[in-house]
């Protein structure tokens, strides 16, 4: 979200600026190349190249910025990322990215590799906003380069034949220029605007005979602002988005540049380092102590007093050849031909004239699939036995998300069902190559006991393309100097030293969570197979707003329906990641599998960037479409994704969440999307967020009905982003659970007012007019990392965790766990409630300072009467 104030991103940008300055002539001695995301599946593939003075990074997909954030990745001097596609799955991480780069000062990015990237960044303007950083992509045409003081990189695109390009059509709800008969996501106006446009462009199209690779398609834009209420509550106006609910939207004929099917791979190699600095060659020059010396040990030549030239390379020894190291990604068996006839490659095989030329790393983004292919081997096979190959895809079977499961596996020692271990396989605990015994880890020297040096294993196998070892976090390949492979750094975090550390931290939480045990089983007894028949559940994956942190992921809720249906209510990015880590590879394809419907509530990034993600991996599982129920407006960022650079317009139907409003509702097609849906209500209604914000309520049949929970149907209702709501507390009337936004504390009232969200007391407020049974508070700021302050604790309220799993019968004794909590992450909640006092003597202090003209009874007045809108 844009900050108050820039003024800390300039400060930062100037420093910058100075820094990059003075390192410009400056040959690193330190170049290492280090897993950020191992290319597991639900983590991003990426890999992060660090000097002392620079940063780059090789592709950008979903949970960079989280995972750069947990393993505190600098990216302060980062300026250049490098893509081999275009894809979501290798760029789905840059708009969050680019977010967290404007934020602490980077003052211009550039983008290289395949065309079309310039276009990504049109597309996301809307939902990344980035007014104080400059977003560049030079072209990267076969034979250029691009180079700095660190290296040099060659760009190498590889075209798939094009007898295999095939032009894709419009991903406007559509096919065969035929509307679904199913859903019917535009009205009558939109219907004849769009047949005006299409004649229009058929007939252009027919008398425009060039042959360029763009051609004449409808675009579907939206002009919306989804930030622009900020600017207007900064200044303390009135501001009612129901006003701006109307479409903003338009469909108009313009050139675009249609997919062009081709990678980009890259072929690095450092820039030499400079010989020695000869003293004695200095001295017989003329060269005095001083600064001139340092100029010419870093390469830059000089000017004596008496106007003598002094050449570095005069006075320095030989310098010393940079390695060569390759990163290649093939999406398909169609451009392996291309690959193996490619001879920008030859150069650094085994063949190669010099010994310095030869490869020392080759970084392979390339699927297991393709890599498992004679082909792909025979290409593999050109190298030298001494080239180290990173593999960086589904082959590594760990995100790199420790502190997930450390948090998990202190919530799970509270209660066992709504916080149970994650299944993603942890590395130290299963049988892989990063695996250690605990044994290895006590004997370790205290310093090393969290970061133990681990060297590849070797392996007696026949097949050499299995003995590759497996990578994680922050695996290193050391370029210069050439230290080669090592797992030095990988973070370690043994699951079973975790409580061992907590307890310690916190010697009075036993007894409390003996207590909280004791108290919720006389609430609520019943067997583990008992509780997994329960339906629904709800499963909140994202509790966090806003950017991700090391323990919220932003926004993303699952709600199991029954036990082979399942909705999704928003997804942001990273979504994917955690149905992984909670369900294990095999029990997320089984969600995704009965995945009947996706809810987005409106499009501010943190609410949808995982959907394109959800949709791909999902087509792997099934052919059946899965509903999209979203804002009409949606349609402009997946048809541009759709047309522009992969076909996702297969996977999904979208139905409006606009036909949803009690007063525009279609009862014939309501009842197919109930049926098809398996529920027995469905409804939404605008907010009080940014325009086109929505809130929504389902009813389903209750599955567990009893003495405590003896209606036919279980309503539930889920905000969204917003300030209170009459509209959404008039359709969760009576709802069985509330899950609402409560982003911030309740004595940040104002920020939230300014943001358009809901305190704390606000959101249990809207439950208690609701008159709703329960009410789960999320979306919380990520200053609350762990644990959100609440003046007041209420038998009906649960404060949602990543990770955590509830059905009714767990809900009565949720408000039991805050006691063991606030003792449990101490340390944190302390911190908070430092702040808070803080907070509240500087307001005091203004207070006293304005009261004589009562500006604060004026500024207090005029919020009050906000509220009341």
Known sequence: MPKDTTDHIQNNQKHRIRIKEKSKFYSPGTVNIQVLGSGARGTSSSIYLFSEQSRYLFNCGEG???????????LTRMEHIFLTQKTWDKTGGLPGLCLTLQEIGVPALKLHGPSGLEDIFDATKKFCVLRNMKVDTPECNDGD???????????????????????????????????????????????????????????TNKNDTSETSYNKELEYEDTTDYYGYEDKNRGFKKYNPNREQSSTSTYKSKKVSLCDDHVMAYICKLQPKPGTLDLEKCVDAGVRPGPLLGHLKNGIDVTLPDGTIVKADDVRGPSCPGPVFIFIDIPSEEYLPVLLNCERFKPYQSGAEKEEDVAKVVVHFTSEEIMATSSYKEWMDRFSPSTFHFLINERNSFTGYFASHRIQRQLHEIDKNVFPMLLEPHPFTENTDMALDISEIEAASPAKKFKVDIMP???????????????????????????????????????????????????????????????????????????????????????????????RNVSANLIQISNDNCAIFDCGEGTLGQLVRYFGRDGADDILRNLSFIYVSHLHADHHLGLINLLNRRRKITKNKVVLLAPNQINAWLSFYNRRIEEIASTYELFPCSDLLGWNVEEEKIEALLKRLGLEAIQTCFVKHCPHSYGISITMKNQMQSEKNPRDTVKITYSGD????????????????????????????????????????????????????????????????????????????AIAF????????????????????????????????????????????????????????????????????
């Open 722 to 797: 917003t300030i209170p709501c009459d509209e959404l507390i008039e359709i969760g009337k009576d709802s069985d659970i509330l899950i609402h936004e409560a982003t911030m504390e309740d004595d940040l009232w104002k920020e939230a007012r300014i943001k358009m969200h809901s305190t704390v007391s606000q959101a249990i407020d809207v439950g208690k007019k609701m008159r709703a049974r329960y009410v789960i508070l999320t979306h919380f700021s990520q200053r609350y990392a762990k644990i959100p302050l609440m003046e007041k604790n209420f038998e009906n309220v």
């Open 64 to 74: 960079t910025q989280r995972l750069a954030h947990e393993h505190h990745t600098k």
């Open 802 to 869: 990543d990770n955590m799993e509830v059905t009714l019968n767990d809900l009565p004794m949720m408000y039991l766990m805050y006691e063991p909590l606030k003792v449990m992450f101490a340390d944190h909640y302390e911190q908070m409630e430092e702040k808070k006092d803080r907070r509240r003597d500087a307001n005091k202090r203004k207070i006293q300072v304005n009261m004589p003209n009562g500006n604060e009874h004026n500024t207090k007045k005029r919020f009050s009467n906000d509220d009341q809108d």
């Open 457 to 551: 294993r070797e392996h007696e196998i026949e097949d050499k393309y299995s003995s590759f070892p497996e990578l994680g976090v922050r695996s290193c390949f050391h370029l210069r100097p050439p230290k080669g492979f090592d797992r030095y750094k990988e973070p370690y975090s043994h699951p079973d030293m975790v409580m061992e550390e907590t307890y310690v931290n916190a010697p009075d939480l036993p007894p409390l969570i003996e207590e909280f045990k004791r108290k919720s089983s006389a609430i609520v007894t019943r067997t583990k197979a008992e509780r997994n028949k329960e339906f629904p559940k709800v499963i909140t994956f994202g509790t966090g707003s806003c950017i991700p942190n090391k323990t």
């Open 145 to 203: 380069y691009w180079e700095d003081s660190v290296m040099r990189v060659n760009y190498v695109p590889l075209y798939k034949p094009k007898s295999d390009n095939i032009n894709r059509k419009p991903a406007l709800n559509e096919e065969n220029n035929k509307k679904s008969s199913f859903i019917d996501d535009w009205n009558e106006k939109d219907v004849e605007k769009f047949n005006k446009i299409q004649v229009s462009v058929e007939e």
